[in-house]
């Protein structure tokens, strides 16, 4: 599957979820925490703020550093 395929359909809450991301990216100079993004969206759990990390990585939207804190990078 082309990487273009891959990043198609994304929810609106996943949309939304990406965009306060890269705002928070754009105010800051660096990416949030798990704990700022459970905060900024309004969830109640950090694991739900993996779950949508992890699905946008593999919709090819986020990518890591790995071994570095606040290292999520927007595509």
Do not use: C
């Not at 395929?5 to 925490?33: H, R, V, W």
């Amino acid at each position: 599957m082309s990487n273009d395929k891959k990043k198609l359909g994304l929810t609106e809450k996943q949309a939304k979820f990406l965009y306060i991301i890269q705002q928070f990216i754009d105010n800051n100079g660096y990416s949030p925490s798990y704990e700022e993004l459970k905060q900024l969206n309004n969830m109640k759990s950090k694991s739900n703020v993996h779950a949508y990390i992890q699905s946008l990585k593999k919709r090819g939207y986020l990518q890591d550093i790995p071994y570095s804190k606040r290292s999520i990078v927007v595509l």
